[in-house]
């Protein structure tokens, strides 16, 4: 379902923008503010994302130059053409969820502990010079001497903390403010995050403006929104593998064609890497279940000494403690044997909390001639 198409008519290249006289390049226009697209007050989510269709938006951004953890260019173009997933994943959604219900938490903790004034603006802006790049942004902040910023409010697991340490910023969070900052014209963006329920919990950091890593930065989504989305063009799939992966597993779920694809010999090098490097790690594998059977057999004889005891201690003549704990675990499950007697014996409730799942395994087998 596509968007009503507020990006009609022609764009303002980068280049045209920071381009000086005598064609030099003399840095960005920054004399501009931002256009109001739309008002998102009340606005219902199908009618947001439509929208969103027409631009890069602060969370696609870092995805558009390869750096996001969450999806590739190619699925940002996907959405922006408003193609559906095959496989519709939706297991994320209660962190998704988390973040958004606790955004106004997230917000008044940073007001608390900064004593900024803070607000919302339930708008959509858009970039006046490059209206392909959007902007709705979570909260702005006023300080004291009445400098205006950009604050984006996030959530995370507590295990996730030491991305944050000395200062820093998750590179994709980085991004999508910078983004911001280049659609609003503003010079100020911090980063908040809660990662428990605790004010000790929670961390705000600093980001300024930096026009050079914006140049590029805009440099690279108006490549990505001329070259790909606006005619059409899909982009080649790169970046991590897991990600790739899971991204032509979400668009290209069904793979049920038995015919064989011929591939040019031009990938043969490819494909012998692969073999090879999977040859050495089923090599390190084997050494490694080897490895788990030596220490099993270690550690048996000191079971043994435990008796019944969970925990053990052991001095060693240089000194040196060596603590042992051998205690047990308990997990509920179902066993195969009785899912196969429930799924015969009570059919229905079998079919009701069963769930298929599909996996693939990408083999490359190497024959010699």
């Not at 969450?70 to 994320?92: H, I």
């Not at 209206?131 to 009445?146: H, I, R, W």
């Not at 038995?258 to 090098?269: A, K, Q, T």
Request: proline share 3%.
């Amino acid at each position: 379902m596509q968007g009503p198409f507020i990006c009609a008519g022609r764009t303002t290249t980068l280049q045209e923008s920071i381009i000086g006289k005598g064609g030099k390049f003399m840095g960005l226009n920054l004399n501009y503010t931002a256009d109001a697209l739309v008002s998102t007050e009340d606005m219902q989510e199908e009618t947001w994302l439509q929208y969103r269709r027409n631009g890069i938006g602060g969370s696609d951004a870092a995805a558009v130059i390869g750096l996001s953890p969450y999806k590739t260019a190619r699925d940002v173009y996907f959405e922006k053409l408003g193609r559906e997933p095959e496989d519709n994943n939706t297991s994320g959604w209660v962190a998704m969820e988390v973040g958004k219900r606790l955004e106004d938490l997230v917000a008044a903790i940073f007001a608390k502990k900064t004593g900024f004034h803070i607000w919302q603006e339930k708008v959509m802006y858009r970039h006046p010079l490059f209206p392909f790049m959007l902007a709705d942004v979570d909260y702005f902040f006023e300080t004291s001497y009445g400098t205006v910023g950009i604050l984006e409010c996030k959530t995370a697991n507590i295990h996730t903390k030491e991305k944050w340490e000395n200062d820093a910023v998750p590179y994709h969070y980085e991004v999508q403010c910078r983004h911001y900052m280049a659609v609003k014209n503003l010079d100020i963006a911090y980063c908040a995050c809660l990662f428990g329920n605790s004010e000790n919990d929670f961390v705000f950091r600093r980001i300024d403006r930096d026009l050079d890593f914006e140049e590029n930065l805009i440099l690279q989504e108006e490549s990505f929104w001329t070259e790909y989305v606006e005619p059409g063009i899909e982009p080649a799939l790169s970046g991590d593998g897991d990600l790739v992966l899971a991204s032509l597993k979400r668009y290209q779920m069904q793979r049920n064609n038995p015919d064989e694809v011929f591939i040019e010999s031009d990938y043969g090098e490819a494909l012998e890497l692969i073999y090879r490097m999977k040859s050495e790690k089923a090599a390190i594998d084997s050494n490694s279940r080897k490895l788990e059977q030596k220490i099993k057999t270690a550690y048996a004889k000191f079971a043994e000494m435990l008796g019944n005891a969970t925990k053990g201690l052991c001095v060693a003549a240089d000194g040196s403690e060596y603590h042992i704990s051998y205690k047990p675990m308990q997990r509920t499950g179902i066993t195969k044997d009785n899912l196969q007697k429930m799924k015969l014996n009570d059919s229905k409730l079998y079919e009701k909390y069963a769930t298929t799942t599909e996996s693939r395994v990408f083999q490359v087998k190497k024959i010699v001639k």
